[in-house]
């Protein structure tokens, strides 16, 4: 059974961090490309990060800069280290994992929500 399992958020003040992680099971992590992406309330989902089965990686401009995406394959989890957080990085928060090979598989976690707050 495939899982992804995001933790981490909260409530922060501006100028605070956090740092989200993301648990994998039931596929074979390394494999896949793994992804952040966050939805705001009345606003649609965005791509925050990628991180490729390669390690290669890319950042939304709104995030370049404050935000650093790492994975574990030894511990089938993704991470997302975000600081100088501000009141627009509110938002759930969840993660994506995908291989295109043959087929497109892709798979998402239940979210989090990190509110940026004083």
């Known amino acids: 059974q495939v899982q992804l399992v995001e933790s981490g958020g909260g409530l922060v003040q501006p100028g605070g961090s956090l740092r989200l992680s993301c648990a994998a099971s039931g596929f074979t992590f390394s494999s896949y490309d793994m992804r952040w992406y966050r939805q705001a309330p009345g606003k649609e989902r965005e791509l925050v990060a990628v991180i490729g089965s390669s390690g290669y990686t890319y950042y939304a401009e709104s995030v370049k800069g404050r935000v650093t995406i790492s994975r574990d394959n030894a511990k089938n989890t993704v991470y997302l280290q975000m600081n100088s957080l501000k009141p627009e990085d509110t938002a759930v928060y969840y993660c994506?994992?995908?291989?295109?090979?043959?087929?497109?598989?892709?798979?998402w976690g239940q979210g989090t929500q990190v509110t940026v707050s004083s």
């Open positions: 994506n994992a995908t291989v295109i090979g043959a087929d497109i598989r892709t798979y």
